[in-house]
Structures are given as C-alpha cells and as structure tokens.
C-alpha cells in the first residue's frame, strides 16, 4: 500500500505564498518523477510542475518564476514554493508520483488534494 498526503494549503491573499508538501508513505522501492498538479472549478486538471529523482524541473507556462518545486528523497517528499500568488491560482493541488514498489512494479500514485484559494 503506498499514500501520498499533501498538507500547505489554505487562504492566502493575492500577492501571499503558500508552501505546499506532499509526503509519499508504505511500500515503496523508489520515487521517480514527483509532480503537482492543479484543477479549478470547470477546469481540466493541469501540470504545475514536475521533478525527477536526480532534480531535473519542469513547469506550467503560467507559474514560471513564480513557483518552485523541490523534494527531499530521504523524506519521499516533494514541495510546491508558491510566492506572488494570483487568484486564478486557486485550485486544488494535487500531488502525483510515480513510485516503484517491487522490481517490476511500476504506477502512478496520486494524493486527495489540498485547497488553495487566493482572495484578491
């Protein structure tokens, strides 16, 4: 069995940061890519940013410069820096991983999503 539980998110206004963390938990062998998304009400749900295992990042056209993403592999933990916040920001965030529990076993993994909503 393998979780993953975000915490960080909440009211911020417009202007504010927030950090987001996303801890992976139980069976695992190894974390490769570590990654947030975000969905809006009405919205598809959409990368933030990503991160390998040897620290490569990718993100969103609309959070570059902005955010931040970083992980700690003795935690199993990714994190989401989020400074000069808009309001279309808010979303819930969601954190994904891929992770491999055995030799052969290899999934996706996704969080239940932390609120983040940005008063302006």
């Known amino acids: 069995q393998v979780q993953l539980v975000e915490s960080g998110g909440g009211l911020v206004q417009a202007g504010g940061s927030l950090r987001l963390s996303c801890a992976a938990s139980?069976?695992?062998?190894?974390?490769?890519?570590m990654s947030w998304h975000r969905q809006a009400p009405g919205k598809q749900r959409e990368l933030v940013a990503g991160?390998?295992?040897?620290?490569?990042?990718n993100y969103g056209d609309s959070v570059k410069g902005r955010f931040t993403i970083s992980r700690d592999n003795t935690k199993n933990t990714v994190y989401l820096q989020m400074n000069n916040l808009k309001p279309e920001d808010a979303a819930v965030y969601y954190c994904?991983?891929?992770?491999?529990?055995?030799?052969?076993?290899?999934?996706?993994?996704w969080g239940q999503g932390t609120q983040v909503t940005v008063s302006s």
């Open positions: 991160i390998t295992s040897g620290g490569s990042t």
């Open positions: 139980g069976s695992i062998f190894s974390i490769n890519t």
């Open positions: 994904a991983a891929v992770i491999r529990r055995t030799i052969t076993s290899t999934r996706d993994y």
